[in-house]
Antibody, heavy 120, light 106 residues
Framework: VQLQQSGPGLVKPAQTLSLTCSVSGRAITSRGYFWTWIRQLPGKGLEWIAYTYYTGNTDSNPSLENRVTISLDPSKNQFSLELTSVTAADTAVYYC?????????????WGQGTKVAVSS | EIVLTQSPDTLSLSPGERAALSCRASQSIGSSLAWYQHKPDQAPTLVIYGTSTRATGVPDRFSGSGSGTDFTLTISRLEPEDFAVYYCQQSSRSPTFGQGTKLEIK
C-alpha cells in the first residue's frame, strides 16, 4: 500500500483547506480499513485530525470544532480532507496515513506530507 | 479524550547507550499503545504497536513494554540513526499522541 498526497501549500485565512490522498495497492473500500489524516503543527507534536472507515463512517477530533470533512472517493481510490475557516493556527504539515500490517488506528503507511501555510 | 504524557521531553545520550522513554496515559488503554520515530522532513515511521510488537523491519534493539497506563520504549544500544523524536500514540479510542521525546546525541 502506498499513499500519495496532493493539494495546495498555501491557503488564505477564512478559506477552505483541501487535500487529497491517492491510494495504491489496496481498494479504499476494502473491508476493515480506516483512512486517516494527521498533522504536525510547527514546533509541536502530532495531532490526529479525522478518519474515515471503508464504509464512509467518519470521526474527527473535537478540538477542530466541526470544521472537518473527510470523505472517500472509490471511483478514484482516494480520500480527502476539507478544513473550513482556516486561520494561521492551521499552518502545519498534513499527512494521510493508514494501517497495512498493523492494527486499526495505528499507522504503518504514511503519505509524504504536505506543508500547508495559511497566509494572505 | 485520552491524554498521553511522555517523559522526558529531551533525552541526551551517546551512541551505544541504552535509552528508556516513558509514556503515561490519563486512563487505562490496555495494550493499545504504539510508538513512532519522526525525523525532520520525513513522515513518521511506526516502531512498535500493541505495546510490544515491533513493526516490519524494525531492529530488535527496539522493545516496548507496559500495560494499562504506563508504557516504556527501550532502545538497548543506540545507533546514530536512532536519534530522532519519538511519539507514543493510543489506539484504544479516537487516536491521540503524546507530545514527543526528543532523543539527541550527547
Amino acid at each position: 500500500v502506498q499513499l500519495q498526497q496532493s493539494g495546495p501549500g498555501l491557503v488564505k485565512p477564512a478559506q477552505t483547506l483541501s487535500l487529497t490522498c491517492s491510494v495504491s495497492g489496496r481498494a479504499i473500500t476494502s473491508r476493515g480499513y480506516f483512512w486517516t489524516w494527521i498533522r504536525q503543527l510547527p514546533g509541536k507534536g502530532l495531532e490526529w485530525i479525522a478518519y474515515t472507515y471503508y464504509t464512509g463512517n467518519t470521526d474527527s477530533n473535537p478540538s477542530l470544532e466541526n470544521r472537518v470533512t473527510i470523505s472517500l472517493d472509490p471511483s478514484k481510490n482516494q480520500f480527502s480532507l476539507e478544513l473550513t475557516s482556516v486561520t494561521a493556527a492551521d499552518t502545519a504539515v498534513y499527512y494521510c496515513a493508514t494501517a497495512d500490517n498493523s492494527p486499526s488506528h495505528t499507522f504503518d503507511i504514511w503519505g509524504q506530507g504536505t506543508k500547508v501555510a495559511v497566509s494572505s | 479524550e485520552i491524554v498521553l504524557t511522555q517523559s522526558p521531553d529531551t533525552l541526551s545520550l551517546s551512541p551505544g547507550e541504552r535509552a528508556a522513554l516513558s509514556c503515561r496515559a490519563s486512563q487505562s488503554i490496555g495494550s493499545s499503545l504504539a510508538w513512532y520515530q519522526h525525523k525532520p522532513d520525513q513522515a513518521p515511521t511506526l516502531v512498535i504497536y500493541g505495546t510490544s510488537t515491533r513493526a516490519t523491519g524494525v531492529p530488535d534493539r527496539f522493545s516496548g513494554s507496559g500495560s494499562g497506563t504506563d508504557f516504556t520504549l527501550t532502545i538497548s544500544r543506540l545507533e546514530p540513526e536512532d536519534f530522532a523524536v519519538y511519539y507514543c500514540q493510543q489506539s484504544s479510542r479516537s487516536p491521540t499522541f503524546g507530545q514527543g521525546t526528543k532523543l539527541e546525541i550527547k
